[in-house]
């Protein structure tokens, strides 16, 4: 029976998008959010679409319990900020790899925080 870090793994490996759910900060409900991501190793990368302004970055920082489902997969996460410039852009030009530059520059409006999850 695979693990479900491998049934993740998969999961990510199928899919473009994955689903995160966060903690509201203020109302303390659930929220789920699609979002864009890069795997590699045993990490999840994200960008939040407005930078530090994205809502469920601002979530993150209050509570980094964060949920991933991906391909009928899922598991329970904690969420770790990345405000380093230069990791940001190494995974800004991730992202541009697998989603395309045009992509990128239309839908992220502010690049300055990304979001690392370990997968255990």
Not at 104 to 113: E, G, P, Q
Request: hydrophobic share 40%.
């Amino acid at each position: 029976m695979p693990t479900q870090n491998e049934g993740l793994k998969e999961g990510l490996s199928q899919s473009r998008e994955i689903e995160i759910e966060v903690v509201g900060r203020k109302s303390g409900r659930s929220v789920s959010i699609p979002v864009w991501f890069v795997a590699e190793d045993n990490k999840i990368e994200l960008l939040p679409v407005q930078g530090s302004d994205t809502q469920w970055y601002k979530n993150v920082l209050e509570n980094p319990a964060i949920h991933i489902k991906a391909g009928g997969a899922e598991g329970k996460f904690d969420a770790v900020p990345v405000a380093d410039a230069q990791a940001v852009s190494s995974l800004a030009d991730k992202f541009r790899a697998k989603y395309g530059a045009g992509d990128v520059k239309k839908y992220y409006s502010k690049l300055d925080v990304a979001v690392l999850v370990k997968l255990h």
